[in-house]
């Protein structure tokens, strides 16, 4: 069996950081058997589906690296959706129900007050031709309903395990509106049916709609596939994610923190699994490691911090080439490779190098705190070309002739050259900020 996987969002809003955990599972799955990722656009809300979602939903993914072998929208499979739903109600298992939302909802709140299951009662099966044809001559139309079998539903799942629910205790759900339009519930199963759809991984929220789609793939004939229910994910405080409120959206760590894609992508391949939570600069060795097995029930929690913290750790390892068109966006045109592994020691986020740039190829303030020993220290600059041996070299000179050393001899040189306490190697800045420019910052000039 060649394994086929989908990740299935709605256009509705930003895909948040929760939803993008389910396509990176669902795609270090597929390739980690050698199968195949379906991307599908569940857009039969037509209301609140928009083509700005949809666009941002490809671009997510493509800059994470997710790329897909197929591509579905169900909007274009209306019709499919309509041969099904014609088949169901032949066979019986589709039936017609007239309760407005306002009847519904006080079935509901009656059987939640009796303390029983909000389970629908089946009251249209008893409606005779009669009562349809004056229900519907009063201007109501159908909304209808799959009858479930009242049997044991079961399946084993690659997170959860063994689960068992009984039909009697699920309500027969809605797959078709009043409008005529299908709902998830169908749709999905269809889609999956007709395209081959191996294994189903998705969040736990929907358990309760596996038992029943089980049985939609039993009536129309589709192959039943493995179940995989992950726990969602929560923010930090515990609180679950939306992507209507642009909770942890993936577009504003992207374009708004700066996060690296591989910093996300190594985070949210290892968040509630038994490995650790390490830095991986290619989705390849994401690949071997993956296991879903080692998937844990419990809840984990997204942390922005853990998040930043992952991604200084990647930028410590990335190649210039891997950075030089992230910097030239910055407006870095000239960085080379020299620059990068000078700066990158203390970088968060890429954009940081923008400041580095400037304390090495801009004018700077210096803070010459000790005038007498700038001084010193500037009649001991070796001639150029300089190199990283130049700071040792310097330096030596310097604590030889002055006595000066430890914090006493490198914080007044450091505060001079770069006008800051604080920064990456001097041996790795000194070569950049050339010796013109160092002279006149030890001397007091802006330079």
């Not at 303030?365 to 040792?392: H, R």
Request: proline share 6%; with cysteine.
């Amino acid at each position: 069996m060649s394994v086929a996987v989908r990740f299935a969002p709605s256009p509705t809003g930003l895909l948040h950081v929760g939803n993008v955990r389910l396509a990176l599972v669902n795609w270090l799955f597929a390739r980690k058997a050698g199968g195949t990722f379906l991307l599908r656009l569940d857009d039969t809300d037509e209301e609140r589906s928009k083509p700005e979602y949809a666009e941002g939903i490809e671009r997510d993914l493509t800059w994470l690296g997710l790329t897909w072998d197929r591509f579905a929208r169900e909007s274009d499979r209306y019709g499919r959706y309509d041969e099904v739903a014609a088949a169901l109600k032949a066979s019986g298992r589709l039936y017609p129900c007239y309760e407005t939302p306002e009847e519904l909802n006080l079935k509901r709140a009656s059987l939640v007050s009796q303390g029983r299951p909000p389970i629908y009662d089946r009251a249209a099966l008893r409606l005779t031709d009669a009562d349809r044809d004056r229900l519907e001559s009063e201007g109501r139309k159908p909304h209808w309903r799959f009858k479930l079998e009242h049997t044991p539903v079961e399946w084993t799942d690659l997170v959860r395990g063994p689960v068992h629910f009984e039909g009697s205790a699920l309500s027969d759900p809605v797959l078709i509106r009043e409008d005529g339009r299908p709902l998830y519930t169908l749709t999905s199963v269809v889609d999956d049916a007709d395209l081959a759809i191996t294994h189903v991984i998705r969040g736990e929220d929907h358990v309760a709609n596996t038992a029943v789609q089980i049985q939609i793939f039993e009536a129309v004939g589709g192959a039943v596939p493995v179940f995989a229910h992950l726990p969602l994910l929560t923010d930090a405080t515990g609180q679950g994610l939306s992507k209507r409120l642009g909770s942890l959206s993936v577009a504003s760590l992207r374009e708004e923190e700066g996060i690296e894609p591989m910093a996300l992508a190594s985070l949210l391949a290892k968040l509630g699994t038994s490995d650790a939570i390490e830095p991986r600069l290619t989705l390849d060795e994401l690949v071997a490691e993956f296991d879903i097995a080692k998937v844990s029930r419990a809840t984990p929690k997204f942390d922005p911090e853990e998040l930043l913290r992952l991604n200084a750790r990647i930028l410590h390892l990335l190649p210039f080439e891997r950075v030089a068109g992230e910097l030239a966006a910055l407006g870095l045109n000239d960085a080379d490779a020299a620059f990068w592994e000078a700066v990158r020691p203390n970088l968060s986020r890429v954009a940081e190098a923008r400041d580095w740039w400037a304390v090495t190829h801009a004018p700077v303030a210096p803070a010459a705190d000790d005038p007498a020993f700038l001084a010193e220290a500037a009649a001991l600059l070796p001639e150029e070309p300089w190199d990283l041996s130049t700071w040792g070299t310097w330096t030596g000179a310097v604590k030889a002739r002055t006595g000066r050393k430890g914090k006493d001899l490198f914080l007044p040189l450091r505060r001079a050259l770069t006008g800051r306490d604080h920064g990456p190697e001097l041996k790795n800045l000194l070569p950049l900020i050339g010796r013109t420019r160092a002279q006149k910052r030890l001397a007091g000039e802006t330079a």
